[in-house]
């Protein structure tokens, strides 16, 4: 199974950028979704999650502005980001809780994309 993440770019204070990632290999069944991200010297944060029947949770700091969803039918996760703020900038990873083999699931890292927000 591999993930791959697509959409970073630099982008001014107040614009937008939609971020996608999408699972290939042999999948069974995609449970929880999910970004992440690390700033500069900064631990790996949870931004949104978004599970198989759709309910979703975010980062008090990107309430409002950020927008997670997914499209089941091509195994992809996207992330749309409003209003972006310089402290947004950061490698973004997506997450993806695999089911290859049932039952057994397993975490899948997508390589990270980075998203810079400056004027």
């Known amino acids: 199974v591999q993930l791959q993440a697509s959409g970073g770019g630099l982008v001014q204070p107040g614009g937008s950028l939609r971020l996608s990632c999408a699972a290939s290999?042999?999948?069974?069944?995609?449970?929880?979704m999910g970004w992440y991200r690390q700033a500069p010297g900064k631990q790996r944060e949870l931004v949104a999650t978004i599970t198989s029947g759709g309910s979703t949770n975010y980062a008090d700091s990107v309430k409002g502005r950020f927008t997670i969803s997914r499209d089941n039918a091509k195994n992809t996760v996207y992330l749309q980001m409003n209003s972006l703020k310089s402290e947004d900038t950061a490698v973004y990873y997506c997450k993806m809780v695999i089911t290859t083999s049932p039952p057994t699931a397993y975490a899948y890292w997508g390589q990270g994309t980075l998203v810079t927000v400056s004027s």
């Open positions: 290999g042999s999948i069974f069944t995609i449970n929880a």
